[in-house]
């Protein structure tokens, strides 16, 4: 995929990157057990769990 974890990005990525990260979860389908992040796809968040 090429695309850091959500878990792993820093408040500036979040910042930067904002346009990509709402492509990222805008319709969540896994949650990290980890940290809590939603994203759309598993490979997205380390410990991912299908909601």
Do not use: F
């Not at 974890?5 to 500036?12: F, S």
């Not at 979040?14 to 939603?38: H, W």
């Amino acid at each position: 995929m090429g695309t850091k974890k959500l878990c792993k990005w820093e408040k500036a990525d979040r910042e930067k990157k904002l346009e990509k990260l709402k492509s990222l979860v805008n319709n969540p389908q896994y949650v990290c057990v980890k940290c809590g992040r939603a994203a759309n796809e598993k490979e997205i968040v380390c410990k991912p769990e299908k909601i």
